[in-house]
């Protein structure tokens, strides 16, 4: 029981911290950090051509709006991959297991007015 009191407070700073971060977010860096998402799922290299192509706007936005996604902490991780080597933007795989894409999906379109949680315990 000693053990479920200790993780207890670390899954609430956890959940602030997620919170914290999503709710900080412009409605285009919530887009870009769904379109990661999406294009993940479709197996699509999330470089920032692809991205730039999916979301309609420069590439040049593109980079300033995944510049201030690190700068508020989002949970994406940059890499260098595919056959050309070229860098990729991903979702990091803690928070994909957290499989909160439509919490973030309503967060994005205001479909819950009353939404001051991602999370539904």
Do not use: W
């Not at 996604?69 to 595919?82: R, S």
């Amino acid at each position: 029981q000693l053990s479920t009191q200790k993780s207890e407070p670390n899954i609430e700073k956890l959940k602030q911290k997620l919170e914290s971060i999503f709710f900080d977010l412009s409605k285009q860096e919530l887009k870009l950090f769904l379109t990661i998402y999406q294009l993940e799922d479709e197996d699509i290299p999330t470089t920032i051509k692809a991205l730039s192509l999916k979301i309609q706007l420069s590439e040049s936005c593109v980079r300033c709006y995944l510049t201030s996604l690190f700068q508020k902490h989002a949970p994406i991780t940059k890499t260098m991959g595919g056959i050309k080597n070229i860098k990729l933007f991903l979702i990091n795989k803690d928070f994909r297991a957290l499989n909160m894409k439509n919490r973030l999906i309503e967060l994005y379109y205001g479909s819950d007015p009353h939404q001051n949680s991602l999370f539904r315990f």
